[in-house]
């Protein structure tokens, strides 16, 4: 891979107070172009279109290729949405926080963000890489409401904590969230791998079909349609080798699931009664 050695600098003219959708903003859009051209992309404010430069300042030409260029974001990006959308190479590094929908569709590239990220990160992701130092919203990796197509490759990395319905309907990939999630993570998971370091408010993996969720922390209950198969002195995450002892239970059979939902058994004393059925 060729090693990325040009740089485009965003920074925010002052605080937005509308929402700006700006899926322009990824390398493929900027490759090639001059600081000048870059400025006369158009973004919508609220519903006006308006040229980037009218938003922000833009500093630095665009490498010729997408895969030699990094996008850097300075400033508070919060209102900013769609950053990255289908982005296939390069970096686009966020020095600060994000808006709803970074990295949608992506499939390839780096997105990094120095910050907290809004809801519907990495929503029907295909691939590349997206990491995030603070907390993400809802939906990671999921699909739009009364969609099927949730994320189905590519990795996503979370330090903080995460919203609810962490991967719904994911179909392949893998999201790692370092800090606690809400409610129904790994809802309608068809395929791919969650991995949560910490706590889950309840209700994991609730109509998953397949795929796997690795709870390292503490989480109030099982769902009735999940049956425990063993206990799993380990659990794989991709390369890494999870130390347990795991819970490990076969779900969600009401909808003739037959996912994997491992949940910490140190962690989790208050479900030891399904010991008894092993």
Not at 63 to 73: F, N, R
Not at 134 to 163: F, H, K, L, N, P
Not at 201 to 211: K, L, N, S, V
Request: proline share 4%.
């Amino acid at each position: 891979m060729m090693a990325v050695c040009a740089e485009v600098v965003l920074k925010p003219k002052k605080a937005l107070r509308v929402p700006v959708y700006a899926p322009c903003i990824r390398p493929d859009d900027f490759a090639g172009l001059s600081e000048a051209e870059i400025g006369s992309l158009e973004v919508l404010k609220g519903n006006r279109k308006v040229r980037l430069a009218e938003l922000f300042e833009v500093k630095g030409d665009a490498a010729s290729k997408p895969e030699e260029l990094t996008i850097c974001l300075s400033g508070d990006f919060g209102k900013v949405r769609q950053v990255g959308f289908e982005m296939t190479s390069g970096r686009v590094v966020v020095e600060g926080d994000i808006g709803l929908l970074a990295g949608e569709h992506m499939r390839g590239g780096t997105i990094e963000i120095h910050g907290s990220a809004g809801s519907w990160l990495g929503s029907r992701m295909l691939g590349g890489t997206i990491i995030v130092h603070g907390s993400a919203g809802d939906y990671v990796g999921s699909s739009y409401r009364g969609a099927a197509d949730g994320m189905r490759g590519g990795t996503i990395i979370i330090e903080g904590d995460v919203g609810s319905e962490l991967g719904n309907h994911m179909r392949g990939g893998t999201i790692e969230v370092k800090g606690s999630v809400g409610l129904f993570p790994g809802i309608h998971l068809h395929d791919g791998a969650i991995l949560i370091r910490g706590d889950c408010e309840g209700r994991p993996g609730a109509f998953m079909m397949g795929g796997k969720i690795i709870i390292c922390g503490h989480v109030p209950s099982v769902l009735p349609g999940f049956s425990i198969i063993r206990i799993s002195k380990s659990v794989k995450f991709g390369k890494e080798k999870i130390e347990g002892p795991f819970y490990t239970f076969v779900g969600d059979l009401t909808e003739g699931g037959g996912g994997r939902l491992h949940v910490s058994k140190e962690r989790n004393s208050h479900l030891s009664h399904y010991e008894s059925y092993l």
